[in-house]
T-cell receptor
Framework: RKEVEQDPGPFNVPEGATVAFNCTYS??????FFWYRQDCRKEPKLLMS???SGNEDGRFTAQLNRASQYISLLIRDSKLSDSATYLC??????????FGTGTSLTVIP | NAGVMQNPRHLVRRRGQEARLRCSPM?????VYWYRQLPEEGLKFMVY????????ESGMPKERFSAEFPKEGPSILRIQQVVRGDSAAYFC??????????????FGPGTRLTVL
């Protein structure tokens, strides 16, 4: 079983829509969780960390469910500039980061 | 505070040659990670290093690939006798000491290796 699994999509949504991505992880001892964004042919960039209590940054909301071992990312009021691949990342006790294969989002005018 | 730096950004090699990829972590970061990304695929972990130590190389191919992070200077990912299948983007990331609160990884711009 993969350490981190994501639905690859693609998700094609109209501008202004709300879209949600889920990601599951296999190691219950995982300690830290992140969402990264990667634009085509660019490096991944940190979008937000995911805290146990859930956290929000503008139009983006991240949630963690330890019992079910999944994290989610909600994007409200989608913008064209949100089009990218969103990577779920999990840090395990061995200090190794595990990346999901990414979920592709295209926001359509 | 400069970000993670990688060079070269683009590297072209012929089959059988050696490729050397360099990564300078962010200032104050002592952990370095190397990843490979094949076209249309996700990031694959290769190796995790701290200064002068390889902590985890479980993602590194057993042959032709090696990595180091010397006491002074950048981390080097070395690929000997390159083959066409080595063509990929190689990303380096760094993070601060594990014992501090912040353990986020920051990525360099990557080196795009093309093997002819």
């Amino acid at each position: 079983r993969k350490e981190v699994e994501q639905d690859p999509g693609p998700f094609n949504v109209p501008e202004g829509a709300t879209v949600a991505f889920n990601c599951t992880y296999s190691n219950s001892a995982s300690q830290s969780f992140f969402w990264y964004r990667q634009d085509c042919r660019k490096e991944p960039k940190l979008l937000m960390s995911v805290y146990s209590s859930g956290n929000e940054d503008g139009r983006f909301t991240a949630q963690l469910n330890r019992a079910s071992q999944y994290i989610s990312l909600l994007i409200r009021d989608s913008k064209l500039s949100d089009s990218a691949t969103y990577l779920c990342v999990v840090l395990n006790t061995g200090n190794q980061f595990y990346f999901g294969t990414g979920t592709s989002l295209t926001v359509i005018p | 505070n400069a970000g993670v730096m990688q060079n070269p950004r683009h590297l072209v090699r012929r089959r059988g040659q050696e490729a050397r990829l360099r990564c300078s972590p962010m200032k104050g970061h002592s952990h370095v990670y190397w990843y490979r990304q094949l076209p249309e695929e996700g990031l694959k972990f290769m190796v995790y290093l701290q200064k002068e130590n390889i902590i985890d190389e479980s993602g590194m191919p057993k042959e032709r690939f090696s990595a180091e992070f010397p006491k002074e200077g950048p981390s080097i990912l070395r690929i000997q006798q390159v083959v066409r299948g080595d063509s990929a983007a190689y990303f380096c990331a760094s993070s601060v000491d594990r014992h501090q609160n912040s353990d986020t990884q920051y990525f360099g711009p990557g080196t795009r290796l093309t093997v002819l």
